[in-house]
């Protein structure tokens, strides 16, 4: 069943540790995003990609990065934990062409940094 | 300012009423326009999507746009407690890739 998964669904970690949000698709679109939301507030764009080998830093600023290797896999990593990146982060992807018109989500990781 | 502002509610509701949904917008490049639904510690997932202006409707769903009002409404008719989620509108400019989203409104919809 085509979809796309997060893992892992909720992380608390220290400040200072290196953390990665895993982000797969079985769908094989070739955009995906990264979209971070607090509590009952709007979701914000902190990453995107058109394809592999290509991402974009969204309208959000975050220290976080992205990498595209494969069409499927869309990591997102903290090198440097803070209190400040406690969150939700949503991953999502749509296929080329639609530009970004149906976003398909994941189910979001809940991040808590100490 | 925000581009687009959304009532975040509570909007409570009995079962079986119409549920009214709305969000304004300032940006008039906005041509493709959708309504997501939310369940807590869940994923958006994509109920409606319009573009330009007019009417569509989806079972119990129906979706307006008006583009010189700047103003979206998503309507629910007989409501269920399962349509209690948080109900979030997007929007996007024509030829862009990104959406932007309102902050979405709480629907409670009481049995």
């Known amino acids: 069943e085509a979809d796309i998964y997060q893992t892992p669904r909720y992380l608390v970690i220290g400040t200072g540790k290196k953390i990665t949000l895993e982000c797969s698709q079985t769908m094989g679109h070739d955009k995906m995003y990264w979209y971070q939301q607090d509590p009952g507030m709007e979701l914000h764009l902190i990453h995107y990609?058109?394809?592999?080998?290509?991402?974009e830093k969204g309208d959000l600023s975050s220290e976080s990065t992205v990498s595209r290797i494969r069409t499927e896999h869309f990591p997102l990593t903290l090198e440097s934990a803070r209190p400040s990146h406690t969150s939700q982060y949503l991953c999502a992807s749509s296929e080329a062409g639609t530009g970004g018109k149906e976003q398909y989500f994941g189910p979001g990781t809940r991040l808590t940094v100490t | 300012q925000k581009e687009v502002e959304q009532d975040p509610g509570p909007l409570s509701v009995p079962e079986g009423a119409i549920v009214s949904l709305n969000c304004t917008y300032s940006?008039?490049?906005?041509?493709?326009f959708m309504w997501y639904r939310q369940y807590s510690r869940k994923g958006p997932e994509l109920l409606m999507y319009t573009y330009s202006s007019g009417n569509k409707e989806d079972g119990r769903f129906t979706a307006q746009v008006d583009k010189s009002s700047k103003y979206i409404s998503l309507f629910i008719r007989d409501s269920q407690p399962s349509d209690s989620a948080t109900y979030l509108c997007a929007m996007r400019e024509a030829a862009g890739n990104k959406l932007t989203f309102g902050g979405g409104t709480r629907v409670l919809v009481k049995p």
């Open positions: 940006n008039s490049a906005f041509q493709y």
């Open positions: 990609s058109y394809g592999v080998n290509s991402t």
